[in-house]
């Protein structure tokens, strides 16, 4: 059973779309269930998201944690944005059910892919950011929710 933030989002989802010339993009997948995210960063000189936006092709929950995530990264810091993780995503929506956890985590690696490619594009390094992985079934056995 979805919580009802989760249907909110799903129904009413936040930030849908693309941005014209985005400061970094990040497009993440996972094979098993076909699920892909692709979020869109604009990034002001002082290292501050002014916007950002997102288009999913996947599960009522996919599109749930892509719309949340957005709302939790829009305005922060490039740092602060790094600190947003599945389980961040997953309370900010009152939980997932176990079977679409997988979700959330396809949300915060759409974030890490979005600012890997605004670091590549700037010639930063933002500390603590790791290459993403282009497909999340390759690290959720390896994650603990």
């Known amino acids: 059973m979805y919580s009802e933030k989760v249907m909110d989002h799903f129904n009413n989802p936040r930030n849908v779309g693309e941005l014209d010339n985005p400061s970094g993009v990040g497009t ?6 076909g699920d892909i995210m692709r979020m869109y960063l604009d990034i002001d000189e002082k290292g501050v998201i002014r916007d950002v936006k997102f288009k999913t092709f996947g599960c009522g929950a996919a599109v ?3 719309s949340m995530a957005t709302e939790l990264v829009k305005g922060k810091t490039v740092e602060e944005a790094l600190t947003v993780t599945n389980k961040a995503v997953m309370e900010a929506l009152d939980g997932l059910p176990p079977v679409k956890v997988h979700c959330s985590l ?5 974030i890490h892919a979005a600012l890997w490619d605004y670091a590549q594009k700037n010639n930063l390094v933002i500390e603590g950011l790791k290459e993403p992985v282009e497909d999340i079934s390759e690290i959720e056995e390896e994650e603990e929710y």
Request: proline share 0%; charged share 20%.
């Open 64 to 66: 749930a944690t892509s």
């Open 28 to 33: 993440v997948g996972n094979a098993k269930c």
């Open 106 to 110: 396809l949300a915060e690696e759409a």
